[in-house]
């Protein structure tokens, strides 16, 4: 279990209407600090900058997918051991099994409910070693 609670999240979503339910989610129900980043070109610049205990990203997205955005990730110092949760309408459980095997934290569905997206979060926050 981490030592500090769960209170930073970076969250990669092209979907400007779930970044706004995510962010009513996060901040006014979970009380956290949330980065928004719509461009997963520019995301790992933007998670660097934010400094976040989590990230999560959504699965599909123009330019770079999730999971493209992830395996980048692993590759740069100062985000290969971030958590890494994310947040899907669309994924085979071969491709979720995938994610969990090159490190993913888990995964939540879409549609989620925005009163227990916080609850999940820190739930797979605390099950980190």
Not at 41 to 56: C, D, G, H, S, T
Not at 70 to 77: T, W
């Amino acid at each position: 279990m981490p030592a500090q609670p769960l209170n930073r999240i970076c969250y990669v979503e092209d979907d400007e209407d779930i970044q706004r339910i995510v962010r009513l989610s996060l901040e006014r129900v979970g009380k956290m600090t949330l980065e928004v980043v719509g461009d997963p070109m520019v995301a790992i610049e933007r998670i660097i900058a934010f400094k976040p205990q989590l990230v999560m990203l959504d699965w599909m997205m123009p330019g770079m997918d999730g999971p493209a955005l992830f395996r980048k990730m692993r590759e740069v110092q100062q985000t290969k051991e971030l958590p890494v949760v994310f947040i899907t309408a669309k994924a085979s459980q071969r491709e979720l099994d995938e994610l969990k095997t090159i490190g993913a934290l888990g995964t939540i569905s879409k549609p989620f409910s925005p009163t227990e997206l916080p609850v999940q979060l820190r739930a797979l926050w605390a099950a980190l070693p």
